[in-house]
T-cell receptor, first 115, second 113 residues
């Protein structure tokens, strides 16, 4: 049973436009969410996170929105740049179980930003 | 400051062979993790170690063993490789005050024939 789902395997946007990547989760115990970015032949790198006590977190061009009632989060990239082309993974954690750092990842969404 | 390093980068095994994937970090992190990445599955946690001397199972531990050799090193062993273990393996580490912000190595691509 996939507890974290990214239903769009791929997304293509034009440079300068907004990219919106979506993620849904089923486990209501998740209380911390992250986005990781991965380039080919490299390991994932942390991008941005949000605690369940917030509904928005912003870092430069990247904003994550959390809708707890819908169990949905999204990553907005504005404006999108060709260097943003990568695979984006959503991840979730239940900090109530001793804060072990155990993450559940979604399947990933491949973003292509066209010049 | 190399971060997280993994060896080897690529390995081909025959079914039934054994091998150990090595991981080391130089960030003085307490926690270390092993993940596998398969197409359409995202990353799945195999084992993790919250501190030197402790290890715990993740989502998909069957067929694997781990050793936290010291604070820097965390190895993953396949005792009898199976084609289902063909995957890309990532090691990661994190600091105790921010466990979920994990730093990943470049990965080991494993092919089991």
């Amino acid at each position: 049973d996939q507890q974290v789902k990214q239903n769009s395997p791929s997304l293509s946007v034009q440079e300068g436009r907004i990219s919106i990547l979506n993620c849904d989760y089923t486990n209501s115990m998740f209380d911390y969410f992250l986005w990781y970015k991965k380039y080919p032949a490299e390991g994932p790198t942390f991008l941005i996170s949000i605690s369940s006590i917030k509904d928005k977190n912003e870092d430069g061009r990247f904003t994550v929105f959390l809708n707890k009632s819908a169990k949905h989060l999204s990553l907005h990239i504005v404006p999108s740049q060709p260097g943003d082309s990568a695979v984006y993974f959503c991840a979730a954690s239940d900090r109530g179980v001793g804060n072990t750092g155990k993450l559940i990842f979604g399947q990933g969404t491949t973003l292509q930003v066209k010049p | 400051n190399a971060g997280v390093t993994q060896t080897p980068k690529f390995q081909v095994l025959k079914t039934g062979q054994s091998m150990t994937l090595q991981c080391a970090q130089d960030m003085n992190h307490n926690s270390m993790y092993w993940y596998r990445q398969d197409p359409g599955m995202g990353l799945r946690l195999i084992y993790y170690s919250a501190s030197e001397g402790t290890t715990d199972k993740g989502e998909v531990p069957n067929g694997y063993n781990v050793s936290r050799l010291n604070k820097r090193e965390f190895s993953l062993r396949l005792e009898s490789a199976a084609p289902s273990q063909t995957s890309v393996y990532f090691c990661a580490s994190s600091a105790p005050w921010e466990q979920e912000t994990q730093y990943f190595g470049p990965g080991t691509r494993l092919l089991v024939l």
